[in-house]
Structures are given as C-alpha cells and as structure tokens.
C-alpha cells in the first residue's frame, strides 16, 4: 500500500491549491481516504473524507465550502481542491487509508491505516 500527497505550495490568501493523494496496492472501493493537516505545535487535524464507495463525502466545519475532495479512479487519485485559502490553512498536509472505520472515529488519525508522506501548504495574509 503506497499513499503520496503533492501538490503543496505557497498561496496568498483567498486562493487556491490541489492537492493530490496518489494511491497503489490496494483496491480504493475498500478503503475510507482522509485528508488530514498538521501546523506546526499543533495536533494533527482531519480535514476531509471519502467513503469506500466514494458517494459520501464528510469535512471539518472550518472548510465546509472551500474544499472538495473527490476521487479520479482512472489516475488513481483521491483530490483536495482547496479555495478561499486563508493563514489558519497553513499546515503539512497528509493523505490517509483506513480500510475499517465507523463514521464516528473518521476524523481520528489513529483510524487510519496507511499514511503518505506530507505536503505543505502555507497561505501568507
């Protein structure tokens, strides 16, 4: 199993970013995909969250209606569309696999299976 995030950068502020989660070595329709952050001092956060059929989508209430994460099967990628970035968004970002979670524990890291390495993001004001 191998989880890689790009896409991280610097952006001003009421901007916007894609992040990428490429994913290998095991079947998506089994796995719940979670995008997590972490800034720095701070514990590791979620963000958003794909179900294993990729219908259901839950997030944080500090993005709602600025981030989308959404599947493209045929690239093998879970996205993180992110807009109307702001300072607070600033953190190393991570992509994570759980092949068994109940909805209560999906913002829990320690759900997760399988991480990839991070990508920062960092918004100036």
């Known amino acids: 199993v191998q989880l890689q995030a790009s896409g991280g950068g610097l952006v001003r502020e009421g901007g916007s970013l894609k992040l990428s989660c490429a994913y290998s070595?095991?079947?998506?329709?089994?796995?719940?995909i979670g995008w997590f952050r972490q800034a720095p001092e701070k514990e590791r956060e979620g963000v958003a969250y794909?179900?294993?059929?990729?219908?259901?989508?839950y997030y944080t209430d500090s993005v709602k209606g600025r981030f989308t994460i959404s599947v493209d099967a045929a690239k093998k990628m879970v996205n993180l569309q992110m807009n109307s970035l702001k300072p607070e968004d600033t953190a190393v970002y991570y992509c994570?696999?759980?092949?068994?979670?109940?909805?209560?524990?999906?913002?829990?890291?320690?759900?997760?299976?399988?991480w990839g390495q991070g990508t920062l993001v960092t918004v100036s004001s």
């Open positions: 994570a696999a759980a092949l068994r979670i109940i909805l209560t524990m999906i913002r829990f890291p320690s759900s997760y299976d399988y």
């Open positions: 070595g095991f079947p998506l329709d089994y796995y719940t």
């Open positions: 794909i179900s294993r059929s990729g219908r259901t989508t």
